[in-house]
């Protein structure tokens, strides 16, 4: 990376309005994990060419993860007027919409990832989520957490959701193996897991306490 720095860097001032040449250099920061610096090139990119359909998505993915979803919804939206298309974008603005507690907003975010990449499983886990939270569509909610965890079996986030919405239903069995599987998968669902071994073997609990 920081050689690929010093390559941008050079383009840079070999033409100072060389928009990729700023982008690229601050993706460079990102992927070290300097995120201010990153978001500062990024910036410095998007004041040359906002028509940059990589520099505003990525800008406003930046500036949600680290916390400033209304700046980050900007960037965002504007990233989908460019490439109306582009699943991955909605699923970023759903995050938004949810971070700042739009839940209608973020539910049509994700319901359009999910027409324009069916296989988007971070989006299907979250629409679960948020269809749990309104408790209008439990049977739907399940749906779309189950499907995610069929496409990504082995994330850890995604089997903890499943495993709250069966909780939720007091399905504690299915619960309970959810959150083993969460907990295995580096998801800290020990609380849960020891609640609802409690409720399963009550007698057990208290001979052991």
Known sequence: YEKARL????AV????SEVMAWYNMGFTHMLNGDR???LDLFLKANAI???VFEVAFQT???LME???PESG???????ASLEPTSGVVYRYLGECYTLIGNVDAAVAAYKKAIKYNPSDAASLSAMGCLFAEQEENPAIALMFCKESIQLAPENGLFRYRLGQLYYRQNRLDDALKEFKQA??????ASDLISEIEKKLHPKTSRSAG
């Open 73 to 79: 919804k900007k960037f965002l939206k504007h990233a």
């Open 36 to 38: 201010p610096k990153a």
């Open 66 to 68: 680290m916390k400033q």
């Open 13 to 16: 001032k070999l033409d100072h």
């Open 183 to 188: 907990q295995r998968l580096g998801k800290d």
């Open 49 to 51: 060419n906002q028509e």
């Open 7 to 10: 390559e941008f860097k050079l």
């Open 60 to 62: 406003g993915r930046l």
